[in-house]
């Protein structure tokens, strides 16, 4: 079966893409998944104000 291509905003072959996919190789899942979340709660959750941010969750970093 053929694989579905995903819409993007850019190309796979562009020289920053390429860069960041080559740093994300050489890290850990946790520090991924810490920068992501980081990244997700600096950039992008300010853009939703209307969202309650959990806080009986404890932190894991």
Do not use: C, H
Not at 11 to 23: E, I, Q, W, Y
Not at 27 to 34: D, E, F, L, R
Request: aromatic share 6%; charged share 20%.
């Amino acid at each position: 079966m053929a694989k579905n291509l995903r819409k993007t905003y850019g190309k796979a072959d562009a020289p920053l893409t390429v860069a960041l996919m080559r740093l994300i190789e050489t890290q850990s899942k946790s520090t991924v998944a810490n920068w992501t979340l980081d990244y997700a709660e600096t950039k992008i959750l300010p853009l939703f104000p209307s969202i309650i941010r959990m806080t009986s969750v404890p932190s894991t970093r």
